[in-house]
């Protein structure tokens, strides 16, 4: 009876390091498959369109692609650390008019263009911290008081510009979106210091840590001795600096303060995080993805232009590419588990 | 022979890893009040749920007037007269009395496609004078107090015309005033032949209003007896019975200097001037049953919630605790009972779940850090506390209960508290990492630390703790050493019975 017994645990044993040898080999694959979904859909997207069009491929529209994604890609970098946090931000698009007016006012007044720039920031960062406060103060759920301060963000930056756009911006200013360094346009620069910037902030500081705690389970990480509290104001302001940088990319690309600029671009940010990797309940956060999800938005829309479909199109692709991304995640998240329980009961 | 209803019989329920009951049995008669009692984990729930259908028994019979059933769902067990009522109350707080009741089955009220409210109302009061309620069947639920509540699930389980009803500690949010009420309605039912199962805690009202008690312990049957043919010290004994196993390594440890004192805390309806301290090298235990106060009273010092008055003295020093960063800050450590909502955070590695609560210790002052500083802080806890995990990766909600909590009692042993307190440390969790995390627990206060450990295992807490309290009522109502602790006296204290 012992001795069986015996038998049956070495038995186990073997069976565990047979596992553990296949599971590096064949996992490999597709372990890197799970973790880069959305960059494999990006490449099968260029590999079409490469064979489809033969514009698609040159440097001239590759630049451009990029160029226009710069802006969503850095509102989707903010927005990468609000919903790993754990939180929603619905005003971010609003915010963008209200920190342009304010920076062009600024330009208007005189200021030199840094200065103006940097009072922009304030300005995002406070927007941001307002947000904050709100919710903690109340304890009420991000969802509905950023609904509501995206009306009143919308409403002052109505109320301040009297419906008329600042125009006649310093060139310097126009030069950060519509600008040169060498080939690559200034936004691009722009977009990938905001992006390395994130994704340091997110894998090597203690902030970060926390806001993903506070995303997995905010009561825990609160009981783990952490101010949640802080870490939430510390969230939305970093998301108001990050739209106040995207302000300035749109606006000094349109060379205008436009009372309108921003509005609803919070759900292209949304949707970028989404088709990223990040999900929607929390708890882990991939700014590279996010950088992805904008490029495959990027890729499609230029895509449609290029094989002169309808621009209406662009809006239902990108409603699609969302609802499919979401679904090749359960898919796949479902296919990945049943090949492990597959392995596991071959193993048995 | 009196009628049986009822009849349970070698019911047997495996968990994984768990026997939560074995070869248990239970029989009920027509109209008659059935005590069944047990201390927490005993296995009445578990046993209450197979009945209705919540849970699939592995072997076992249940014989429902004379016919072998075996119910799939609660609804179905209601259906043929099995009513339980819960101890949270199930109703929908924003409708009325009336909707409550008949909830679900709007049907029998249809005029036509419509709900006729006024026989709905009609049925509603005429249910409620049967009983002898005097509730008002437009009043809004959330706006009635807890008893009424609980009379109204009372009115709606006995409108299924129930032939047994279950009641799970009915009268454990109740007033005096309303036990009686309660007592008389529970009376009622059984003189018109309802019979029902009394589920309760406390032991003085066993003899109150039930005919039979039937006890069960550790997933046991032990025993069943007339209510005016025991005693309670038998009764006691009976719920107690277990003999002490030398599982608990407890370790003989010089105890040192006071570090913690709390003093007159009170927080309004939770608990009221709890005044204790506990020294370095020594393990506080802390007992009671479930809802008397004790986690409440460990969440208020940590700073999880706010308390009223009353004062924490750290080494001699007055502290203000307002959040749990202060407690962290002061030396406290917590490992609380709810280890899924308050302790792991699931989404997390098993690693950053680790450092979590030392974070801001691996971080420079610009709040950067080395991945080799926290692998460093990792790896010295997974060796210690021997944490199984494939890779420092690995979610932590991949891992088993036992090495899950590990973890969460790693994250704090890496910020050196000098007072720990442990909320039920070993809950849910298999015998043999039970008696590893003793172990663990034993060695720490061997090293100075001083631990607070609630549990509602008796032999845990007596096993572990080199002095005892016993909370009940959200009151300290008694205190002793380890030697002089014995399983009946703390149930005594903690059951509020009067010892002979």
């Given at each position: 009876?012992?001795?069986?017994?015996?038998?049956?645990?070495?038995?186990?044993?073997?069976?565990?390091?047979?596992?553990?040898?296949?599971?590096?080999?064949?996992?490999?694959?597709?372990?890197?498959?799970?973790?880069?979904?959305?960059?494999?859909?990006?490449l099968?997207?260029?590999?079409?369109?490469?064979?489809?069009?033969?514009?698609?491929?040159?440097?001239?529209?590759?630049?451009?692609?990029?160029?226009?994604?710069?802006?969503?890609?850095?509102?989707?970098?903010?927005?990468?650390?609000?919903?790993g946090?754990?939180h929603?931000?619905?005003?971010?698009?609003?915010m963008?008019?209200?920190?342009?007016?304010i920076?062009?006012k600024?330009?208007?007044?005189?200021?030199?263009?840094?200065?103006?720039?940097?009072?922009?920031?304030?300005?995002?960062?406070?927007?941001?911290?307002?947000?904050?406060?709100?919710?903690?103060?109340?304890?009420?759920?991000?969802?509905?008081?950023?609904?509501?301060?995206?009306?009143?963000?919308?409403?002052?930056?109505?109320?301040?510009?009297?419906?008329?756009?600042?125009?006649?911006?310093?060139?310097?200013?126009?030069?950060?979106?519509?600008?040169?360094?060498?080939?690559?346009?200034?936004?691009?620069?722009?977009?990938?210091?905001?992006?390395?910037?994130?994704?340091?902030?997110?894998?090597?500081?203690?902030?970060?840590?926390?806001?993903?705690?506070?995303?997995?389970?905010?009561?825990?990480?609160?009981?783990?001795?952490i101010?949640?509290?802080?870490?939430?104001?510390?969230?939305?302001?970093?998301?108001?600096?990050?739209?106040?940088?995207?302000?300035?990319?749109?606006?000094?690309?349109?060379?205008?303060?436009?009372?309108?600029?921003?509005?609803?671009?919070?759900?292209?940010?949304?949707a970028?995080?989404?088709?990223?990797?990040?999900?929607?309940?929390?708890?882990?956060?991939?700014?590279?993805?996010?950088?992805?999800?904008?490029?495959?938005?990027?890729?499609?829309?230029?895509?449609?232009?290029?094989?002169?479909?309808?621009?209406?199109?662009?809006?239902?692709?990108?409603?699609?590419?969302?609802?499919?991304?979401?679904?090749?995640?359960?898919?796949w998240?479902?296919?990945?588990?049943?090949?492990?329980?597959?392995?596991?009961?071959?193993?048995? | 022979m009196e009628?049986?209803?009822?009849?349970m019989?070698?019911?047997?329920?495996?968990?994984?890893?768990?026997?939560?009951?074995?070869n248990?049995?239970?029989?009920?008669?027509?109209?008659?009040?059935?005590?069944?009692?047990?201390?927490?984990?005993?296995?009445?729930?578990?046993?209450?749920?197979?009945?209705?259908?919540?849970?699939?028994?592995?072997?076992?019979?249940?014989?429902?007037?004379?016919?072998?059933?075996?119910?799939?769902?609660?609804?179905?067990?209601?259906?043929?007269?099995?009513?339980?009522?819960?101890?949270?109350?199930?109703l929908?707080?924003?409708?009325?009395?009336?909707?409550?009741?008949?909830?679900?089955?709007?049907?029998?009220?249809?005029?036509?496609?419509?709900?006729?409210?006024?026989?709905?109302?009609?049925?509603?009061?005429?249910?409620?004078?049967?009983?002898?309620?005097?509730?008002?069947?437009?009043?809004?639920?959330?706006?009635?107090?807890?008893?009424?509540?609980?009379?109204?699930?009372?009115?709606?389980?006995?409108?299924?015309?129930?032939?047994?009803?279950?009641m799970?500690?009915?009268?454990?949010?109740?007033?005096?005033?309303?036990?009686?009420?309660?007592?008389?309605?529970?009376?009622?039912?059984?003189?018109r032949?309802?019979?029902?199962?009394?589920?309760?805690?406390k032991?003085?009202?066993?003899?109150?209003?039930?005919?039979?008690?039937?006890?069960?312990?550790?997933?046991?049957?032990?025993?069943?007896?007339?209510?005016?043919?025991?005693t309670?010290?038998?009764?006691?004994?009976?719920?107690?019975?277990?003999?002490?196993n030398?599982?608990?390594?407890?370790?003989?440890?010089?105890?040192?200097?006071?570090?913690l004192?709390?003093?007159?805390l009170?927080?309004a309806g939770?608990?009221?001037?709890?005044?204790?301290?506990?020294?370095?090298?020594?393990?506080?235990?802390?007992?009671?049953?479930?809802?008397?106060?004790?986690?409440?009273?460990?969440?208020?010092?940590?700073?999880?919630?706010?308390?009223?008055?009353?004062?924490?003295?750290?080494?001699?020093?007055?502290?203000?605790?307002?959040k749990?960063?202060?407690?962290?800050?002061?030396?406290?450590?917590?490992?609380?009972e709810?280890?899924?909502?308050?302790?792991?955070?699931?989404?997390?590695?098993?690693?950053?779940?680790?450092?979590?609560?030392?974070?801001?210790?691996?971080?420079?002052?610009?709040?950067?850090?080395?991945?080799?500083?926290?692998?460093?802080?990792?790896?010295?806890?997974?060796?210690?506390?021997?944490?199984?995990?494939?890779s420092?990766?690995?979610?932590?909600?991949?891992?088993?209960?036992?090495?899950?909590?590990?973890?969460?009692?790693?994250?704090?042993?890496?910020?050196n508290?000098?007072?720990?307190?442990?909320?039920?440390?070993?809950?849910?969790?298999?015998?043999?990492?039970?008696?590893?995390?003793?172990?663990?627990?034993?060695?720490?206060?061997?090293?100075?630390?001083?631990?607070?450990m609630?549990?509602?295992?008796?032999?845990?807490?007596?096993?572990?703790?080199?002095?005892?309290?016993?909370?009940?009522?959200?009151?300290?109502?008694?205190?002793?050493?380890?030697?002089?602790?014995?399983?009946?006296?703390?149930?005594?204290?903690?059951?509020?019975?009067?010892?002979?």
């Amino acid at each position: 009876m012992r001795s069986a017994r015996r038998q049956t645990k070495v038995l186990k044993g073997k069976s565990i390091m047979n596992t553990k040898v296949k599971k590096s080999e064949s996992s490999l694959i597709s372990q890197l498959l799970m973790g880069n979904k959305a960059l494999f859909i990006l490449l099968a997207l260029i590999l079409i369109m490469a064979f489809a069009s033969p514009v698609f491929f040159t440097s001239d529209n590759l630049l451009n692609v990029v160029r226009q994604v710069a802006y969503s890609a850095v509102m989707g970098a903010g927005f990468t650390l609000v919903l790993g946090s754990g939180h929603m931000d619905l005003s971010i698009g609003c915010m963008v008019g209200f920190v342009g007016v304010i920076m062009g006012k600024a330009m208007e007044s005189g200021l030199p263009v840094p200065v103006a720039i940097l009072v922009g920031i304030i300005a995002g960062s406070l927007c941001g911290a307002l947000n904050a406060s709100v919710i903690t103060l109340f304890d009420l759920p991000p969802f509905i008081v950023t609904l509501a301060t995206m009306s009143v963000y919308k409403g002052s930056t109505y109320l301040i510009t009297k419906m008329v756009p600042i125009s006649n911006l310093p060139s310097s200013f126009v030069f950060l979106g519509q600008g040169y360094i060498g080939p690559i346009p200034v936004p691009i620069y722009i977009m990938a210091l905001m992006v390395l910037v994130m994704y340091i902030l997110l894998t090597r500081t203690m902030f970060g840590r926390h806001a993903i705690a506070m995303g997995g389970n905010a009561e825990a990480t609160r009981v783990s001795g952490i101010d949640t509290k802080k870490v939430r104001l510390g969230v939305y302001m970093t998301m108001g600096v990050y739209v106040a940088i995207a302000s300035v990319i749109l606006t000094a690309r349109s060379a205008s303060a436009q009372i309108a600029a921003g509005q609803n671009t919070e759900m292209d940010a949304i949707a970028a995080v989404v088709i990223g990797g990040t999900p929607l309940s929390g708890g882990s956060a991939n700014v590279l993805g996010t950088l992805v999800g904008c490029l495959i938005v990027g890729v499609v829309n230029n895509s449609l232009n290029l094989l002169g479909a309808d621009s209406n199109w662009q809006i239902i692709a990108k409603g699609v590419l969302i609802l499919f991304a979401i679904i090749l995640d359960v898919v796949w998240t479902k296919m990945y588990a049943n090949m492990a329980k597959k392995k596991e009961a071959a193993a048995k | 022979m009196e009628d049986v209803i009822l009849k349970m019989e070698g019911i047997t329920k495996l968990f994984p890893g768990v026997r939560a009951l074995d070869n248990v049995q239970l029989e009920l008669r027509k109209g008659e009040v059935h005590a069944v009692i047990g201390e927490n984990g005993a296995g009445k729930s578990t046993l209450m749920k197979i009945l209705l259908g919540i849970y699939i028994a592995d072997e076992g019979t249940i014989v429902y007037k004379g016919e072998p059933v075996r119910y799939t769902s609660p609804l179905e067990a209601l259906s043929h007269g099995i009513a339980m009522i819960h101890q949270e109350i199930s109703l929908i707080p924003t409708m009325d009395v009336a909707e409550n009741i008949w909830l679900g089955r709007e049907k029998r009220f249809l005029k036509g496609r419509l709900i006729d409210r006024k026989a709905r109302y009609q049925a509603t009061e005429e249910l409620l004078e049967k009983l002898d309620i005097h509730l008002d069947s437009h009043a809004i639920v959330k706006n009635l107090s807890i008893a009424q509540m609980q009379l109204i699930e009372i009115a709606r389980a006995t409108s299924y015309d129930a032939d047994v009803i279950i009641m799970d500690e009915p009268t454990s949010a109740l007033t005096d005033v309303e036990i009686q009420l309660l007592y008389r309605i529970i009376r009622d039912l059984s003189a018109r032949g309802v019979s029902i199962i009394f589920i309760s805690h406390k032991i003085e009202e066993l003899f109150e209003v039930c005919n039979r008690v039937s006890v069960y312990r550790d997933g046991h049957y032990i025993g069943t007896h007339n209510c005016d043919e025991i005693t309670q010290p038998e009764l006691i004994n009976m719920i107690v019975g277990r003999e002490m196993n030398n599982l608990f390594p407890k370790q003989e440890v010089a105890i040192g200097d006071t570090v913690l004192r709390v003093e007159h805390l009170s927080s309004a309806g939770v608990f009221d001037d709890v005044s204790f301290e506990v020294h370095r090298g020594e393990i506080l235990g802390f007992c009671g049953l479930m809802g008397a106060g004790r986690t409440e009273i460990m969440r208020s010092i940590f700073g999880i919630d706010p308390h009223d008055s009353g004062k924490i003295v750290m080494d001699g020093k007055e502290v203000r605790i307002k959040k749990p960063k202060d407690a962290v800050r002061c030396g406290l450590g917590m490992v609380t009972e709810d280890r899924l909502r308050m302790g792991a955070i699931y989404a997390l590695s098993v690693m950053a779940n680790t450092t979590i609560a030392h974070f801001y210790a691996i971080c420079n002052k610009l709040g950067f850090y080395r991945r080799s500083n926290e692998m460093q802080a990792f790896s010295s806890i997974r060796d210690t506390l021997s944490v199984k995990c494939s890779s420092h990766k690995q979610k932590i909600s991949q891992l088993s209960g036992g090495n899950q909590q590990k973890v969460i009692i790693g994250r704090w042993l890496l910020t050196n508290p000098k007072v720990l307190i442990l909320d039920e440390p070993t809950r849910g969790i298999d015998v043999g990492s039970k008696s590893e995390i003793h172990r663990l627990i034993s060695g720490l206060a061997a090293q100075g630390m001083a631990i607070i450990m609630i549990s509602s295992e008796m032999p845990e807490i007596i096993g572990m703790s080199d002095r005892i309290l016993v909370v009940r009522h959200g009151k300290i109502v008694h205190e002793c050493m380890r030697e002089d602790a014995t399983q009946e006296g703390l149930i005594t204290y903690a059951f509020g019975a009067q010892a002979n």
